[in-house]
C-alpha cells in the first residue's frame, strides 16, 4: 500500500497537506460545508412567501443574519407544505431547518428522533431561548405522559419531541387527535429504511401517524444515506411527490488516511505527536477507550475517555474538559459524537474499523468543521478484516439462541403464557445474562432481532436526569407557613433556576442546586424526598437503565416467527456493509474522497489530492505516459479466468486509471454482473 512520505507535500507523521479552505463566515452553526446542491425536483420559487419571516426567526432566536448551505431552501419547501428530504452532512444544521418554519407556522411541530440524549439538550436549548418545548420518551412514568400531552394541547407549545416507539400508543395518538399539528419532523430518517445502516422498525408507525394528520407536511432528515435508502425513506413516509434537497458531502479540507499497521499502539502515538490540535479517536467497545486513554496518558499526551456506561456527571465533565481544550483527546466508543458541537477538531482517529460507511463517514466528518485542514485517519492491520467479519456472527446469532433468549426474558420477569403486551420493565442486562449464563453481545443482539421481529421493543440504555413538578399553586406554596431554613432557601433556590415547575416536569440538577444553596447533594436529595412524602412536589430521581416493552403477547418460543426481514436480509445487508468498509480500507489505488462520495450517490470528477491514494499515485505518475482507459468488457474478461482482489485487477489491467476501474467495480456490482466475496471479484454466476 502507498504511504506519502514526508519530503513529498505530507504533513509531519506521514499525513498529506489538506488545501486550506477559502475563509468565510459560517453561519447557523459552525461548518464550513460547500453550498448545497439542490435536485431539480425540489427547486422551489425564490420568492416563497415569508422569507422575510424566516430571517427574523433567525435573528431573533439564534442571532444570525441569514442562513447557510441548504437550509433555506429546505425552510422555503416545508414552509408551502410540500413533502420535504434533505440531506445534510454531520454538523449542517439540520435543527435549524425545522425549527425556523415550525416557529412560522401556526401550530405545534411534531418531533420524531430515537436520540433521546439530543432530544433533552434540544429541548432544553430552546426553553433557554425562551420557545416551549416538550419531550417524551421511553422511561416517562404515565403521569408524566399525560402532563406533557395535555400541555400540548392546551399550552401553546411549538415543539413535541418524540421517541419513535411511543407514537403507537393509544394515549399519545387518542391526545394527538385534539392537538393542532403544524408539521412533522423526522429526524434520523435513514431508520425508516430496511436498506438503510440503522433501521428501526417503530419508524414505520410515522406513516400510520400521517394518516391520522392529513394534509400535515413532513419534513425528513438525515446525514447519511445512499440512493436506494433516499428513495425508500420517501415511500415510507408516503411522500406526495418526490422532493429532495442535497448538500454535497464533499469536504474540501479534511484528508482521509489509511495507514497499514501492526503496531497500532505506537502509530497512534506517532499522529498525535506529530499533528497538533483537538483529537477524537473512536474505539469499538468500552473498555478499550479506557487503555488507550492510559496509553496516551502515560506518554504525556493529555487525554480521557467516554462511553455510554459512564454516569452523567462524569460525561458532562470529560466533554466540557476537551471542549474548553483542557484534554486534548477524547477516546471514546461511538456513543461520542452526537450533538457535539467543537468546531477546532484537527484529528480523528479510528484505531478500531467502523462495520459500515455511514457509521465512519458520520463519525470522521466531525473533524475539521471550522472549515481549517484536518485529518481523518483509520488504522488498518492485518488482523481487522477477521475482526470485522467475526461482527456478523455477534450480531446475528442463530435463530435457536435467538429463541432460547426469548424464553429465558419470560422466565426473568415471571411472564405467563398470553400474557406480556403493553407491558413496560426495566431490564438489567448484566443481571439478566448472569442468571441466565448469556454473553452480553451475543443476547443483546438477540434482543434486537426480537425487536425486529415485532415482539418487543428494546430501548438504548438511557441515563434519565432528575425530574421536579410542583403538585399545588403557586399560591398555595407561598401560604405554607413551616418551609424555613434549608427547606425555604431550597424552594427559593429552585424556583429561581426553573421555569413551568407548576404545570409540566423540569430537568434539574441536584448538584447545581447544592453549589446554589450552599448545601450537600445528600442534604438536597433528603429535602426533596420530603417534599415528595408530604405531596408537594412530584420527584423523580435520576436513574440509568434500559426497557424491554412487550408489543404482543407471550408466545411458546417453538412458534416464534423470526421473519426472513429481520434476519436473513438484514444478515445479508450487513455483510455487504462489512465488505465495503473492507473495500475502502485496502484500496489503495482510488481516492478515498471520491470512494466515500460515491457510495453516497455522489459523483464528481476530481480526485481530493490530498488523501493517502492521491499522494502515492501522483508520486507514482510522473513522467509515466497516460494509457488507455478500461471498459466494462476488460474488467469482465479477465474477471473470467478467474475471481481477484481489486489490487491484483489493476495488476492485471496495467493501468493507473484506478478511478475508473473502481467506478466500473462499483457499476458492475449494483448491477449484478459481478460479486464480491471474501474481498475477491468475480464475475455474477460464478
Known amino acids: 500500500m502507498g504511504h506519502p512520505s514526508e519530503d513529498d507535500g505530507s504533513r509531519p507523521g506521514g499525513l498529506p497537506e489538506p488545501p486550506e479552505q477559502a475563509a468565510g463566515k459560517t453561519r447557523a452553526g459552525n461548518c464550513n460545508y460547500p453550498r448545497g446542491q439542490l435536485e431539480k425536483s425540489a427547486r422551489v420559487s425564490p420568492d416563497a412567501p415569508a422569507d422575510g419571516l424566516y430571517?427574523?426567526?433567525?435573528?431573533?432566536?439564534?442571532?444570525?443574519?441569514?442562513?447557510?448551505?441548504?437550509?433555506?431552501?429546505?425552510?422555503?419547501?416545508?414552509?408551502?407544505?410540500?413533502?420535504?428530504?434533505?440531506?445534510?452532512?454531520?454538523?449542517?444544521?439540520?435543527?435549524?431547518?425545522?425549527?425556523?418554519?415550525?416557529?412560522?407556522?401556526?401550530?405545534?411541530?411534531?418531533?420524531?428522533?430515537?436520540?433521546?440524549a439530543l432530544m433533552k439538550d434540544q429541548v432544553l436549548h430552546l426553553r433557554e431561548r425562551g420557545i416551549k418545548a416538550l419531550?417524551?420518551?421511553?422511561g416517562m412514568g404515565r403521569e408524566e405522559i399525560i402532563t406533557a400531552l395535555e400541555n400540548c394541547i392546551f399550552g401553546d407549545y411549538k415543539f413535541l419531541y418524540i421517541s419513535p416507539e411511543r407514537l403507537a400508543t393509544d394515549i399519545f395518538r387518542e391526545k394527538l387527535k385534539r392537538m393542532r399539528i403544524s408539521m412533522i419532523a423526522v429526524?434520523?430518517?435513514?431508520?425508516?429504511?430496511?436498506?438503510?445502516?440503522?433501521?428501526?422498525?417503530?419508524?414505520?408507525?410515522?406513516?400510520?401517524?400521517?394518516?391520522?394528520?392529513?394534509?400535515?407536511?413532513?419534513?425528513?432528515?438525515?446525514?447519511?444515506?445512499?440512493?436506494?435508502?433516499?428513495?425508500?425513506?420517501?415511500?415510507?413516509?408516503?411522500?406526495?411527490?418526490?422532493?429532495?434537497?442535497?448538500?454535497?458531502?464533499?469536504?474540501?479540507?479534511?484528508?482521509?488516511?489509511?495507514?497499514?499497521?501492526?503496531?497500532?499502539?505506537?502509530?497512534?502515538?506517532?499522529?498525535?505527536?506529530?499533528?497538533?490540535g483537538s483529537a477524537i479517536v473512536y474505539t469499538r467497545n468500552r473498555q478499550r477507550t479506557k487503555e488507550v486513554a492510559?496509553?496516551?496518558?502515560?506518554?504525556?499526551?493529555?487525554?480521557?475517555?467516554?462511553?455510554?456506561?459512564?454516569?452523567?456527571?462524569?460525561?458532562?465533565?470529560?466533554?466540557?474538559?476537551?471542549?474548553?481544550?483542557?484534554?486534548?483527546?477524547?477516546?471514546?466508543?461511538?456513543?461520542?459524537?452526537?450533538?457535539?458541537?467543537?468546531?477546532?477538531?484537527?484529528?480523528?482517529?479510528?484505531?478500531?474499523?467502523?462495520?459500515?460507511?455511514?457509521?465512519?463517514?458520520?463519525?470522521?466528518?466531525?473533524?475539521?468543521?471550522?472549515?481549517?485542514?484536518?485529518?481523518?485517519?483509520?488504522?488498518?492491520?492485518?488482523?481487522d478484516k477477521a475482526v470485522l467479519k467475526r461482527r456478523v456472527a455477534d450480531n446475528f446469532p442463530e435463530k435457536a439462541y435467538i429463541r432460547q433468549v426469548y424464553e429465558h426474558l419470560q422466565y426473568y420477569y415471571q411472564m405467563a403464557m398470553g400474557d406480556g403486551r403493553g407491558c413496560v420493565r426495566e431490564f438489567d442486562i448484566d443481571d439478566f445474562c448472569r442468571k441466565f449464563k448469556h454473553f452480553p453481545i451475543q443476547a443483546d443482539s438477540a434482543l434486537r432481532i426480537l425487536t425486529q421481529a415485532g415482539y418487543l421493543?428494546?430501548?438504548?440504555?438511557?441515563?434519565?436526569?432528575?425530574?421536579?413538578?410542583?403538585?399545588?399553586?403557586?399560591?398555595?406554596?407561598?401560604?405554607?407557613?413551616?418551609?424555613?431554613?434549608?427547606?425555604?432557601?431550597?424552594?427559593?433556590?429552585?424556583?429561581?433556576?426553573?421555569?413551568?415547575?407548576?404545570?409540566?416536569?423540569?430537568?434539574?440538577?441536584?448538584?447545581?442546586?447544592?453549589?446554589?444553596?450552599?448545601?450537600?447533594?445528600?442534604?438536597?436529595?433528603?429535602?426533596?424526598?420530603?417534599?415528595?412524602?408530604?405531596?408537594?412536589?412530584?420527584?423523580?430521581?435520576?436513574?440509568?437503565?434500559?426497557?424491554?416493552?412487550?408489543?404482543?403477547?407471550?408466545?411458546?418460543?417453538?412458534?416464534?416467527?423470526?421473519?426472513?426481514?429481520?434476519?436473513?436480509?438484514?444478515?445479508?445487508?450487513?455483510?455487504?456493509?462489512?465488505?465495503?468498509?473492507?473495500?475502502?480500507?485496502?484500496?489503495?489505488?482510488?481516492?478515498?474522497?471520491?470512494?466515500?462520495?460515491?457510495?453516497?450517490?455522489?459523483?464528481?470528477?476530481?480526485?481530493?489530492?490530498?488523501?493517502?491514494?492521491?499522494?502515492a499515485m501522483r508520486k507514482k505518475s510522473n513522467a509515466i505516459p497516460e494509457p488507455a482507459e478500461p471498459t466494462e468488457e476488460d474488467v469482465l474478461g479477465i474477471l473470467k479466468s478467474g475471481p481477484l482482489t481489486m489490487a491484483a485487477l489493476m495488476e492485471r489491467l496495467g493501468t493507473e486509471a484506478s478511478d475508473t476501474v473502481a467506478a466500473i467495480v462499483r457499476d458492475l456490482l449494483e448491477k449484478g454482473a459481478a460479486t464480491m466475496e471474501n474481498s475477491m471479484l468475480k464475475p455474477a454466476g460464478k
Not at 236 to 245: C, M
Open 135 to 138: 419531550a417524551i420518551y421511553s
Open 55 to 116: 430571517r427574523r426567526i433567525l435573528k431573533q432566536y439564534w442571532g444570525y443574519d441569514s442562513f447557510r448551505g441548504i437550509q433555506e431552501d429546505i425552510i422555503r419547501s416545508i414552509g408551502q407544505g410540500r413533502d420535504t428530504l434533505g440531506l445534510m452532512p454531520t454538523g449542517g444544521g439540520k435543527s435549524v431547518a425545522f425549527q425556523v418554519p415550525a416557529l412560522a407556522r401556526q401550530g405545534l411541530c411534531l418531533v420524531v428522533t430515537p436520540l433521546i
Open 294 to 383: 492510559q496509553l496516551l496518558a502515560g506518554n504525556g499526551i493529555s487525554a480521557d475517555y467516554y462511553h455510554a456506561g459512564l454516569d452523567n456527571e462524569a460525561k458532562d465533565q470529560r466533554q466540557h474538559r476537551w471542549h474548553s481544550g483542557e484534554t486534548r483527546v477524547i477516546v471514546a466508543t461511538n456513543a461520542f459524537g452526537m450533538g457535539i458541537d467543537k468546531a477546532d477538531v484537527r484529528l480523528v482517529i479510528h484505531i478500531d474499523l467502523p462495520d459500515s460507511i455511514e457509521a465512519y463517514f458520520q463519525e470522521a466528518g466531525r473533524a475539521g468543521r471550522d472549515g481549517r485542514k484536518a485529518y481523518a485517519v483509520m488504522l488498518y492491520s492485518s488482523s
Open 457 to 615: 421493543e428494546y430501548t438504548e440504555e438511557q441515563d434519565n436526569a432528575s425530574r421536579l413538578r410542583f403538585t399545588i399553586q403557586r399560591d398555595e406554596l407561598y401560604k405554607l407557613n413551616d418551609m424555613q431554613g434549608d427547606m425555604d432557601k431550597l424552594i427559593r433556590v429552585v424556583l429561581r433556576s426553573y421555569t413551568g415547575l407548576f404545570t409540566d416536569y423540569a430537568f434539574i440538577d441536584e448538584n447545581l442546586l447544592a453549589t446554589r444553596c450552599g448545601l450537600t447533594r445528600s442534604r438536597v436529595y433528603e429535602l426533596l424526598v420530603f417534599l415528595a412524602k408530604a405531596h408537594l412536589v412530584s420527584y423523580i430521581p435520576r436513574k440509568k437503565t434500559p426497557y424491554i416493552i412487550y408489543t404482543r403477547e407471550r408466545v411458546e418460543s417453538n412458534r416464534l416467527n423470526i421473519p426472513r426481514s429481520a434476519y436473513e436480509d438484514r444478515k445479508k445487508r450487513y455483510e455487504q456493509r462489512i465488505d465495503d468498509m473492507l473495500y475502502y480500507a485496502e484500496n489503495d489505488i482510488a481516492c478515498r474522497s471520491r470512494m466515500l462520495l460515491r457510495y453516497f450517490g455522489e459523483r464528481n470528477e476530481h480526485n481530493c489530492g490530498c488523501c493517502d491514494n492521491c499522494l
Open 187 to 276: 429526524d434520523e430518517s435513514h431508520c425508516i429504511s430496511q436498506w438503510g445502516y440503522d433501521f428501526r422498525p417503530a419508524y414505520l408507525k410515522i406513516a400510520q401517524v400521517r394518516d391520522l394528520l392529513p394534509g400535515v407536511p413532513v419534513l425528513a432528515l438525515t446525514a447519511t444515506a445512499t440512493p436506494e435508502v433516499v428513495k425508500d425513506i420517501q415511500a415510507q413516509l408516503h411522500f406526495r411527490q418526490e422532493n429532495v434537497f442535497r448538500m454535497s458531502f464533499e469536504r474540501q479540507n479534511l484528508a482521509y488516511i489509511v495507514r497499514r499497521t501492526n503496531d497500532k499502539a505506537q502509530e497512534l502515538l506517532h499522529i498525535l505527536r506529530s499533528v497538533p
